[in-house]
């Protein structure tokens, strides 16, 4: 007579019962794995584009503006955001030709326009902080507008004042990218006035805690 093989009732309603309890503890582990993923790809999405501008800008011979992206509830590029707004949408590279700081569609280079994972008029999923400070941390803008210029240096483009100013090399950025859905889960960097990135690792904010004049540290807890 041949054996019949295969699992009991009791079998298999034990191995469910497991699953279900694996799943309990692996799916929150899972979900703040992927919350820790996006905040950080954000960060060095946006990192990356300021190091791209500053190469486009050189490479280009021509100025590069790094603004915070207007989206359209369409996904469509509506511009740079307003003063008041923030960098939640993403970032918007254009080259100034008419080297006036603004966009304008018929004479300047459309580069690179980076989004946020913020959907258009939707919850946000990421809290986007980009904030202008000064080399002794203080504020200057929580909306930047920065210049790239053809021989490497950076500017601050004063959006305030009519016409618009720039002023080199007299600040720093800081991004913070954190979870809308957990603040723990939160990563810095900052660009220092000459272009280059920092991340805000332990590491790095321990070598620079303690040092006379030195506000990296201060500048990425800030």
Known sequence: M??????????????IALMALFAVFAIPAMNGFV??????STLN????????ARNEAIRQNVPVVVCGAQISSAGQLSGCAPDTS?????????????????YTA??????RVVQSPNPSGGTAKVNINSAARSTTNTALSSNPVFLFLPNGQVARVNTGVTP???VVADMYLRLEVESASDA????VALMDPTGQIIYCT????????GGAGNNIATLCAS
């Open 2 to 15: 041949r054996k019949e093989t295969g699992f009991t009732l009791i079998e298999l309603m034990v191995t």
């Open 35 to 40: 919350e820790k993923q996006r905040v950080n």
């Open 45 to 52: 999405n946006y990192a990356n584009a300021l190091t791209f």
């Open 86 to 102: 923030s960098w939640s949408e993403g970032v918007f590279l254009f080259g100034d030709a008419d080297k006036d700081y603004e």
């Open 106 to 111: 018929a004479t300047d280079i459309n580069i």
């Open 164 to 166: 618009k100013t720039t």
């Open 184 to 187: 723990k889960k939160k990563a």
């Open 202 to 209: 332990k590491k790095v904010i321990a070598n620079n805690s």
